[in-house]
């Protein structure tokens, strides 16, 4: 299991664990750590690896269940299975409850964090991190968009934050990855920024490669923060 996934099945916070449970789920989903028709552990062993009761895991499936995001089957062969949705991302609709300083506020903590990853995995990342991150580049390197391009964008960043062996910070770009990393990857998504951010992809995986830190930061941090300016510009049209 590679280190995302590791802390997808961490412990969760003491505090509203059913919520947390549901959260950290629900994330892992959205952004294709757990995949579609993926079964999930056995209600013990994920109660164990999250550090919950039964009780409160059965809650959080439930509510799972609830938004379609989980799906149960009884008898041989059994379980909880991963579904994942496939509504259209609407970048208008999710724009228009914030305002450009919530964006703009959003973009200086999430460049940060992506900043500080991207610095410690050209510090910290072993050969099979940056042969992992190699590979993602290699299947972002096709012309389509939507959904699916859309994970895979995530999954990098969120690669590159496990390079950085830091869990906190892997657990941190998880919670920014479902709160604004979608609407950063609409902004690459478009035909004429999508050259400029595979270019800046490559240059944050280079950089990691041969444990260059401070470009690594640089870079991840403006590839976050020419994303945002671009949002605040279309909220500010709206």
């Avoid at 008898?75 to 703009?104: H, I, K, N, Q, Y």
């Avoid at 941190?172 to 004429?192: F, M, N, T, Y």
Wanted: aromatic residues 2%; neutral net charge; glycine residues 8%.
């Amino acid at each position: 299991m590679d280190s995302a996934r590791l802390v997808v099945f961490a412990p969760v916070d003491n505090t509203a664990r059913v919520h947390a449970v549901v959260r950290r789920l629900s994330d892992a989903i959205a952004l294709g750590l757990l995949n579609d028709g993926e079964q999930l552990p056995s209600e013990t062993d994920l109660a164990g690896h999250l550090g919950v009761s039964t009780v409160t895991l059965r809650e959080a499936l439930m509510a799972l269940r609830q938004q379609g995001l989980i799906e149960t089957r009884r008898g041989r062969g059994g379980g909880s299975f991963v579904r994942t949705p496939a509504r259209p991302f609407d970048l208008d609709g999710r724009l228009r409850p914030l305002t450009a300083e919530e964006l703009r506020d959003l973009g200086d903590h999430y460049a940060a964090i992506a900043g500080a990853a991207a610095r410690l995995a050209a510090l910290r990342s072993l050969p099979g991190d940056v042969e992992r991150l190699r590979r993602s580049l290699a299947e972002m390197s096709g012309p389509d968009g939507g959904a699916r391009m859309c994970r895979l964008d995530g999954r990098l960043h969120l690669e590159v934050a496990a390079a950085s062996q830091s869990v906190r910070l892997t657990r941190e770009e998880i919670r920014l990855q479902a709160d604004i990393g979608p609407l950063i990857w609409s902004v690459h998504d478009q035909s004429r920024w999508r050259p400029r951010s595979r270019a800046e992809h490559a240059a944050i995986v280079d950089a990691i490669a041969r444990g260059e830190e401070g470009l690594a930061r640089d870079v991840a941090e403006s590839h976050v923060a020419n994303a945002v300016e671009h949002l605040i510009e279309r909220r500010l049209s709206l």
